[in-house]
């Protein structure tokens, strides 16, 4: 199974600042015929389910606000949110649907500072 | 209404079954793959297997002598049977929707149930 691997832990940010969460996978997600990485992006608020953010590493889902950006290529990705808002709190998590089974990091926990 | 329910057992004893319905409500049935997947503290989030409309599954090795899944598709509902549960298959259990476009469907989950606490406990 490809491992995927989450930094920070937990990172607290202040209103209207940048947070970056970094996601590494233990090889290539990137698909050499469609130039494609197969990694996305959720977010997940207490007592509920994961929200799909991003897939293709760098599509946003319909509905999402621009001020999430995801980046990166081959085995290490980034999330970034450009200006925190406090709705914003919650646990972001990569996932690679490159080889079955799909697998998820651990988990960044963003706060407020 | 929301776009996923599910239902089934929630406490069970070790070496009990497990046995969850999840009902789509909401978008096209016949034209994603559905999905099993569970979190706990422990290993995080999980997939536990896959099928679609035409009864195909593909399931997570670690799982998968344990796991069958089933769809009902003139119910729009799809199934999660596990054997043998032990006290690490204690987790919340969600039903999700595999992202697809019109010509391919990946393994990114665009749509989740609620989550269903499953508690195996003797």
């Known amino acids: 199974d490809i491992v995927m691997t989450q930094s920070p832990d937990s990172l607290a940010v202040s209103l209207g600042e940048r947070a970056t969460i970094r996601c590494k996978s233990s090889?290539?997600?990137?698909?050499?015929?469609?130039?494609?990485?197969?990694l996305a992006w959720y977010q997940q608020k207490p007592g509920q389910p994961p929200k799909l953010l991003l897939y293709?590493?760098?599509t946003r889902e319909s509905g999402v606000p621009d001020r999430f950006t995801g980046s990166g290529s081959g085995t290490d990705f980034t999330l970034t949110i450009s200006s925190l808002q406090a709705e914003d709190v919650a646990v972001y998590f990569c996932?690679?649907?490159?080889?079955?089974?799909?697998?998820f990091g651990g988990g960044t926990e963003v706060e407020i500072k | 209404q929301v776009p996923l329910m599910q239902w089934g057992s929630g406490l069970l004893k070790p070496s009990e079954t497990l046995s969850r319905t999840c009902a789509v409500y909401?978008?096209?049935?016949?034209?994603?793959?559905w999905n099993w997947l569970r979190q706990s503290p422990g290993k995080g989030l999980e997939w536990i297997g896959e099928?679609?409309?035409?009864?195909?599954?593909t399931y997570n090795p670690s799982l998968k002598s344990r796991v069958t899944i089933s769809v009902d598709t003139p119910k729009n509902q799809f199934s999660l049977r596990l054997t043998s549960v032990t006290a690490a298959d204690t987790a919340i259990y969600y039903c999700?929707?595999?992202?697809?476009?019109?010509?391919?469907?990946?393994?990114?989950?665009?749509?989740w149930g609620q989550g269903a606490m499953v508690t195996v406990s003797s």
């Open positions: 293709w590493a760098s």
């Open positions: 996932q690679q649907y490159y080889t079955s089974p799909p697998t």
């Open positions: 909401r978008g096209s049935f016949s034209g994603h793959y």
């Open positions: 999700a929707r595999s992202n697809c476009t019109s010509t391919s469907c990946f393994q990114a989950f665009d749509m």
């Open positions: 090889q290539t997600i990137l698909y050499s015929l469609s130039n494609k990485n197969y």
């Open positions: 099928v679609h409309r035409d009864g195909n599954t």
